[in-house]
């Protein structure tokens, strides 16, 4: 079955700064690529998500780039503020047709210090 | 429009007892899917119902079950229950027969098993 793979597993960073965070999947027929923010005491909140005939998505600070080729996809978060430490998970899918079943990376847990 | 709702949100449970949570999704959505959220095992998904049918499943043994009501809203059932059942249950839903697979999440329940 599908297996996402997400790292690093911790990152901290100053404010300001860029953070990166990166997924492998395994299932080439995964066509769709969630990235989602949960804080503590709350359920996941989606953020940005990019589907398979496109290569990158801006949303404001947060981007997310595709590469199907090599099976592997990215959030990157610019001028990180306190407020985006939280844990942020990857997933994919192969849509709504497939029952929508998201597979989820392991998490990253994002610290910004001020 | 109101987010996904579920309840209860928190519950204790002894060892062999069952247990029902409740999801509501957004007014319109048809799909709506469980996962279980461990610090071990991660975000796993449990199963998705569409239209009062259960369409996917997840690999998890048959304790876990599930149902979908004419109004879109689910119940999830776990019987016998283990220590290591014990976990943050979310469901999530989305519309289900359109492209746009975006899945919103509700802010989930907490079974402790004792």
């Known amino acids: 079955g599908e297996n996402v793979e997400q790292h690093p597993s911790t990152l901290s960073v100053q404010e300001g700064d860029s953070a990166v965070i990166k997924c492998t999947y395994s299932d080439s027929a995964s066509n769709y690529f969630p990235w989602y923010k949960q804080e503590l005491g709350k359920g996941p909140q989606l953020i940005i998500d990019?589907?398979?005939?496109?290569g990158e998505k801006k949303d404001q600070r947060i981007a997310v780039t595709l590469n199907k080729t090599a099976k592997h996809f990215s959030l990157h978060i610019t001028e990180t503020q306190p407020e985006d430490s939280a844990v942020y998970f990857c997933a994919a899918s192969k849509g709504a047709q497939a029952g929508t079943a998201l597979i989820f990376g392991k998490g990253t847990t994002l610290s910004v210090s001020s | 429009k109101a987010g996904v709702t579920q309840t209860p949100r928190y519950l204790i449970k002894t060892r062999g007892q069952q247990v029902t949570l409740s999801c509501s999704p957004i007014?319109?959505?048809?799909?709506v899917s469980w996962y279980q959220q461990t610090p071990g095992q991660g975000l796993q998904f449990l199963f998705e119902y569409f239209s009062e049918t259960q369409r996917n499943k997840g690999n998890f043994p048959g304790r876990f079950s599930g149902r979908q009501f004419s109004n879109s809203r689910s119940e999830m059932n776990v019987s016998t229950l283990e220590l290591g059942d014990s976990a943050l249950y979310l469901c999530?839903?989305?519309?289900?027969?359109?492209?746009?697979?975006?899945?919103?999440f509700g802010p989930g329940t907490r079974l402790l098993v004792l």
């Open positions: 999530a839903s989305t519309d289900g027969a359109r492209v746009e697979e975006t899945q919103y």
């Open positions: 990019i589907r398979s005939n496109v």
């Open positions: 007014s319109g959505h048809r799909s």
